[in-house]
DNA sequence: CAGGATCCCCCAAGATACTG
DNA sequence: CAGTATCTTGGGGGATCCTG
């Protein structure tokens, strides 16, 4: 699988669909901004549910929700202290770590390219003014 | 800026909340599901406006507006042949590559933990089932 | 063929309130 | 503190029809 042309070839269209539709799914989950937000954040160290909150300015709901499903995918670990107040820690698991180091690839990329995307806009905005 | 821990330091709390808010910005766009499927296509090579419809099983109005977007920031060339039927080309920009770099990379990282994933799911699951 | 214009629906996600 | 439950809404995105 290239990762480039996808469309099905004669030799295994139905794989390749299948194929498709997994990493659709998986991209889903890592396109996701609070995902990404997250993991990104929780590259820098462990950190408990109210620091992620106010931290990345999530609401409670999906905060919680997203850290449900980081769990599940397994990207994450949940470390409950039962004392009083409870305490619970979020952390990468080395599966969530190694996700970090593409995902942090993309955000380089974010910043090394954040003026040259501003100009290219403006270009775009201001041809669409002189259209001709 | 280190994209590890963004909060805001006694140093220099709002340009990092700004950068941070650019950076969320352009994950936007860049995480966005069609953005990237786009993207990850034209890395194969130019297409055509149907091909791309037909390859992605996307909508008119998706694939348009979203073209649209990548053409504004600079990541995607539209090249219109005024020809009878018309003609309308869709390519990678230098930037549209740099970018598609990072994207493959977080294309192979899904590819190789696609099962990884699964089981993590599974197991997951399993633990909700039996909780205890 | 490449797309603009419209209508419409559904649910992702915010706000709010409550609990162990 | 660390969540769950409930209600509500904006807009993302599909379907459909139309044009140069």
């Known amino acids: 699988m290239t990762l480039g042309y996808m469309e099905d070839t004669a030799a295994h269209p139905a794989q390749d669909a299948a194929q498709c539709q997994r990493i659709k799914d998986v991209l889903a989950r890592v396109g996701d901004r609070w995902s990404v937000m997250i993991v990104i954040t929780l590259d820098g160290g462990t950190m408990r549910f109210n620091e992620l909150k106010?931290?990345?300015?999530?609401?409670?709901?999906?905060?919680?929700?997203?850290?449900?499903?980081l769990e599940r995918d397994g990207l994450i670990s949940r470390t409950y202290h039962p004392t009083?107040?409870?305490?619970?820690?979020?952390?990468?698991?080395?599966?969530?770590?190694?996700?970090?180091?593409?995902?942090?690839?993309?955000?380089?990329?974010?910043?090394?390219?954040?003026?040259?995307?501003?100009?290219?806009?403006?270009?775009?905005?201001?041809?669409?003014?002189?259209?001709?």
């Open 84 to 132: 009083i107040p409870p305490k619970v820690e979020y952390a990468l698991t080395p599966l969530g770590k190694s996700f970090s180091e593409p995902v942090r690839s993309i955000g380089r990329w974010a910043i090394d390219n954040l003026t040259n995307i501003d100009v290219c806009r403006q270009r775009y905005d201001a041809a669409a003014d002189t259209p001709d």
């Open 54 to 69: 106010r931290h990345l300015g999530i609401t409670q709901r999906m905060l919680s929700l997203t850290l449900k499903e």
